[in-house]
Each structure stands twice: as C-alpha cells, then as structure tokens.
C-alpha cells in the first residue's frame, strides 16, 4: 500500500482507539496513541532505505525482513518506547498494543496488493502477494479521508472510524470475489493453466493479468469482466548454459529471480557480447514490459554490466547498461 494511505489508515487507528476506556480518559494516552498509530502504520517501510543502496538491494530487501513477525514486533516495541519518553505517565501496555495492532495492520494490507511481502520470513522466504488491491486503491484512500473529516467537524471516531474499518473489511471480500471470478475466467478459457497472477489497476474495473500454463505464458486484460488476451509467449525452460549460468550470478538478476512469480527471458548474441534479458509479465504497459533485469556479458561470460528495475524506453535501459558502450 502507498505511503498515503498507510498514514491515513493510521491516523483512522488513533481515532478507533478511543474505544479503548483507558485512551479515551486519558488526553496523554490518547496523544501518544495517536502518535505511535500514526508512526507504526509507515514504520516497516522505512526500509526504503535500501533504495539508497541501489536497485538490487532495494528489490530484494523492500517488504521483506522489515515486514516479518518478529520485525513486527521489534517495530512496536521501537516506536513505542520511542514515543513513552516523552509520555511517562501514560499506561505503556496500552500504547504498546494499538502501536502494535497498527504494525500488524500494515503488514497484513501489504500481502493484499501484487507486489506483496515476505509476511512469513524467516519462515517462509516465499514473496506473499495475493493481488486484489491496488498499491493506490482510491476507495480505501477517500474512506479514510472521509472518515477523518467527519472526525475532525464532531463525528464520534469510535463510531466513525468502527464503520469505516467494517466498510474497507466488506470492500476487500468484494475484491478477493472479484479476482476469484477472473481466474475462474482463465481456467475455463485456458487448458493446463498452473498459475493466474492479477494485478489490480488504480481504476476499479481493469485488471492486468498474467497466466502460466504447462506450456505457454499468456497476458490478458480484464475490462468491465471481459478478458482479452494481449500477448502468448512459449514456456521454456532456463538453458543450462554457460552464459545462462553466468547470468544467475548476477546480483541484479538473483533479486529479480527471488521476487518475480511469472517471467519469460530473452537471449541476444552479439559480435563482442551477450545480453541476457529477465521480463516480468505482470507489468505490462503501453504494449512494454517495463520491469526487467539484464545483463551483458563478454566472449568468457564475464559480467560487463547489467541492471533490475522499472524502465520505460529501451533508450534509457541501454543508457542504464553503459560500460558495454
């Protein structure tokens, strides 16, 4: 989920809060609530930090650890400590657990959108992407917003805030309805389907969808429940190949590998060098692919140069891979 929606889903937190007797009597308790509801609802990503480190790192590592169960805790524990230095007066096991609750609420909203998290690290190192809800849903963002507004010109937030909770609860049963009807779409449209991947777009009724069957990937679009199928790729198989096996050495590749679910490559051979090229099928843009990783290597499969991220003309990509030229 963006960060705009997280803030204002914590902010609706700190006003749901005043259900509890202990923050509604207590005007400190409520204000280092509302604080710790705010900060715990964006607190896991603060990991894009790793951006800073470069694309890689940032892909491999966003959403990951940072979004486990025990860094859940180490969250509520971090920012309420945090926020009781200041507010030493104030029942710490009350604000712990709303800081707590608005952490896990993060987290858990995160596994709903199509870029997911590693919600089961170190459990689990498997990428949790359910793929309903849009990273930006504008129904959640303007009931959230709604919700403030009504709190902030006299609505009573318990009551506010309960319904707006309850509402978002029922619209996410309608979304996981409305991706449950599409990849029964896809199965019924399409033999040996293995995996249906969906990616919600920001508007309500279009849908991007990518399909593995035992021998094909296929990309589709959902509009208004009509499905067209936009592009069919082969499936094959990695090569096992030197230059293949040079390429997965790639840091650059190994993150995309880990993250993406649906991916077909591409292989061109040059007089000096290789490129190796990694697609995600989820992404698709104005007829692009715009998500990739690639790599070139020289005539011993030495690594020259490569890159894993979002790129919109294949200008920019060869500018990204510039020590080949």
Same mark, same amino acid.
């Given at each position: ?9 914590? +902010?609706?937190?700190?006003?749901? *809060? ?46 990951? !650890? ?9 969250? =509520? ?13 104030? =029942? @710490? ?21 199509? @870029?997911?998290?590693? *919600?089961? &690290? ?45 509402? *978002?609860?029922?619209?996410?049963? &309608? ?6 009807? $599409? ?25 991007? $969808? !990518? +399909? ?16 067209? $199928? ?16 040079? !390429? ?8 995309? $590998? ?15 060098? +290789? ?17 990739? !990783? ?21 200008? &920019? ?9």
């Amino acid at each position: 989920m963006d960060t705009a929606t997280h803030i204002t889903m914590g +902010v609706a937190i700190g006003g749901l *809060a005043t259900i509890d007797p202990a923050v509604q009597q207590d005007p400190a308790l409520f204000q280092a609530v509302f604080i710790g509801a705010i900060v715990g609802s964006h607190a896991p990503d603060f990991d894009t930090l790793f951006k800073f480190k470069g694309n890689a790192t940032y892909i491999r590592h966003h959403r990951g !650890a940072s979004h486990s169960p025990i860094a859940v805790l180490l969250w =509520s524990f971090l920012v309420s400590g945090s926020i009781y230095l200041f507010y030493l007066d104030v =029942s @710490y096991l009350h604000l712990w657990l709303w800081v707590l609750f608005s952490v896990f609420l993060h987290v858990f909203v995160d596994i709903f959108n199509a @870029y997911g998290t590693q *919600a089961l &690290k170190p459990f689990v190192d498997k990428w949790i992407a359910i793929g309903f809800i849009n990273t930006f849903d504008p129904f959640l963002f303007a009931i959230y917003i709604a919700g403030i507004m009504a709190w902030v010109l006299g609505a009573d937030p318990r009551y506010t805030f309960g319904i707006i909770f309850f509402v *978002a609860f029922l619209y996410y049963i &309608k979304r996981y309805l409305d991706k449950r009807e $599409i990849v029964h779409q896809m199965k019924d449209h399409l033999d040996g389907v293995e995996k249906v991947v969906t990616q919600p777009t920001i508007r309500h009724n279009i849908w991007r $969808i !990518a +399909v593995t069957t035992d021998e094909h990937f296929y990309v589709a679009r959902s509009e208004n429940g009509h499905i067209r $199928i936009q592009d069919k790729f082969d499936r094959k198989p990695l090569p096992e190949t030197a230059e293949m096996n040079a !390429a997965l050495q790639d840091k650059n590749v190994k993150s995309f $590998i880990n993250f993406s679910p649906v991916y077909r490559y591409e292989i061109e051979r040059h007089e000096d060098y +290789v490129e190796v090229r990694f697609i995600d099928l989820r992404y698709r843009a104005r007829d692009r692919y715009p998500f990739v !990783a690639v790599v070139t290597l020289d005539r011993f499969y030495n690594i020259i140069s490569s890159y894993t991220g979002w790129v919109y003309s294949e200008g &920019k990509l060869q500018k990204k891979l510039e020590p080949l030229t």
